[in-house]
């Protein structure tokens, strides 16, 4: 397989945003590493069934689903131990393998950032592709500014999927992306913009980025990099006032 290049990011802290819900949280974050690229269409053509037209264009069109399938696959290719466990179409994540996985929300975002406060790590521009661009599909990966991680378009290009639930009273099994897409507006292209799908959805602008890392988690595989199995249960609960929709135009993320 086409080597996946991975960057590790240093420990640290990031405060995530929720305006949906009006909640924020501080989360803190043990090192990981998470790819330099999306996911390219030549690589997962050499894991999956799926021709490569583009071999340097980020995948798209990929369902949660597929994208976790791909994690594994491309772990045993390697010969490291699979992340994911499957009971049908339930999924989870062993957090003590060193496999390939999808990142949580939280280093998704923290490793977007790369220090930065604002909504882009660098003028829009230059950092991400857009419809400002008046591209019609995505582009090849690494064609504008890096962060200063030195990952490429984790802003515009692609969504990328993340392991985390969206808004379970809300939406059940949809989980997130991040980072916006080819054909959205700058409002949509920002660090902390939530959106989500369910996990058979495939978009035509959503692709994945892999991450690496593993942790002993705390309550046996309850809580890691952001994530935790209770707080997801806890927030299945409708409680009458969930409000509806994606990120308010009005209250938007940073």
């Given at each position: 397989m086409t080597d996946i290049e991975l960057r590790r990011i240093p420990a640290g802290a990031v405060t995530?945003?929720?305006?949906?819900?009006?909640?924020?949280?501080?989360?803190?974050?043990?090192?990981?590493?998470?790819?330099?690229?999306?996911v390219t269409e030549e690589q997962l053509a050499e894991i999956l069934p799926i021709p490569s037209q583009h071999p340097r264009r980020p995948a798209r069109d990929l369902s949660w689903l597929r994208a976790v399938h791909f994690c594994n696959a491309a772990s045993e290719w390697e010969g490291l131990d699979p992340v994911y466990l499957f009971d049908g179409e339930n999924v989870t994540w062993d957090t003590t393998s060193e496999g390939y996985r999808l990142p949580t929300e939280a280093e998704w975002e923290f490793a977007c950032r790369a220090g930065s406060a604002g909504p882009h790590y660098a003028p829009l521009a230059e950092a991400a592709w857009t419809s400002a661009d008046g591209v019609s599909a995505p582009q090849d990966v690494g064609g504008k500014l890096p962060?200063?991680?030195?990952?490429?378009?984790?802003?515009?290009?692609?969504?990328?999927?993340?392991?985390?639930?969206?808004?379970?009273?809300?939406?059940?099994?949809?989980?997130?992306?991040?980072?916006?897409?080819?054909?959205?507006?700058?409002?949509?292209?920002?660090?902390?913009?939530?959106?989500?799908?369910?996990?058979?959805?495939?978009?035509?602008?959503?692709?994945?980025?892999?991450?690496?890392?593993?942790?002993?988690?705390?309550?046996?595989?309850?809580?890691v990099q952001g994530w935790s199995a209770s707080a997801d249960r806890e927030r299945a609960v409708v409680d009458g006032a969930v409000p509806f929709g994606w990120t308010p135009m009005g209250r938007a993320a940073r």
């Open positions: 995530l945003h929720d305006a949906r819900r009006s909640v924020q949280r501080t989360v803190e974050l043990e090192a990981f590493e998470i790819g330099v690229f999306a962060n200063l991680h030195g990952l490429f378009d984790t802003l515009g290009n692609v969504w990328e999927w993340c392991w985390d639930l969206l808004d379970p009273a809300r939406y059940d099994d949809y989980r997130v992306f991040r980072g916006g897409g080819f054909a959205d507006d700058a409002w949509s292209v920002r660090a902390g913009v939530r959106r989500g799908g369910g996990t058979r959805m495939h978009h035509d602008d959503v692709g994945v980025r892999v991450a690496r890392g593993a942790f002993d988690s705390l309550d046996g595989g309850d809580e």
